[in-house]
């Protein structure tokens, strides 16, 4: 009986990046005692009967917490930012879940050993936003050269939330916390903590992006216990790109001591000419190596 599971979401437009990310799990010996599970936001048949040969479990999507139809406008992808919030439900044969959005793939299987060991003990494993390199953590405009008003991701989504002033302030300037990869365990009291603040976001704010805000809710103001992973375990591209190590033929960070990434997340997409590396699998972008060339390559798996 397999303990752990990895969980991801797709409609049919993502199959693809879904289809790589499974791909990119099995090819490690290590993933044979690990679960993969599919909640399904609009799949077609063919492509669930793909699936259905590599992965132990689909299941159909579900609004978990109700929510005005006119805000979902027919985006059924859009339950990917309600039902990761309800992972047991759907799946209640696993003690620990790892949460890896389809636009992501695993580099680096060290990586999903600290997910599954950061979240011992009701402990939510993530990663936050920031680490070497980058160079602004929030926006801000400025008025008369000394008046500031905040456009950080945390605070405007709070203020659009509803979210009180006082706790919109607090989450302003912390460290942004991407949902995309997380950990948790099934007991874990996190998911009533995140739930409970989902139940708050979705009523005034944005379905996109209100589970993000939920659980920087949890972590910044509940106090929820985080285990912070380092940004190799959930490296955001359009962040800041990678280097190429062409001796192990891998991707690593751009500073040293340049380890190796461990997952690769496409989240906002990579985008040249106007097309985005999610959709357009054939397009390259000029990375720099550990040896300092030039080189033409794709943040997709295996391409």
Known sequence: MKKNVIVSLADANYFPLLDELVDSIKRFKQSESVAICILDAGLKQDQKDSLAKKVDEIKNAEWDIEVPG???????????????????????????????????????????????????????????TIGPGYKITSKVNWLFGKLALIKSQNFKHAVRSNIGYADARKLAFAPHINIGVFSLEKDSKAWSIWQNNLSKTLKAGNIFGSEGLAINISVYIDNLETEFLPLNCNWITSNLLPKYDQKQNTFVEPYLPNYKIGIMHLAAGIWKDGKDMRVDKNIKIELETLDKDKIQKSLRYNI
């Open 70 to 128: 006119y805000k979902v406008k027919g985006k059924e992808w859009l339950k990917s930012q309600v039902s990761r919030a309800f992972l047991p439900k759907y799946f209640p044969n696993f003690e620990k879940y790892l949460w890896i959005d389809c636009d992501a793939w695993v580099n680096d299987w060290n990586c999903i050993d600290l997910y599954f060991k950061a979240c011992d003990y009701g402990k939510l494993g993530i990663t936050q």
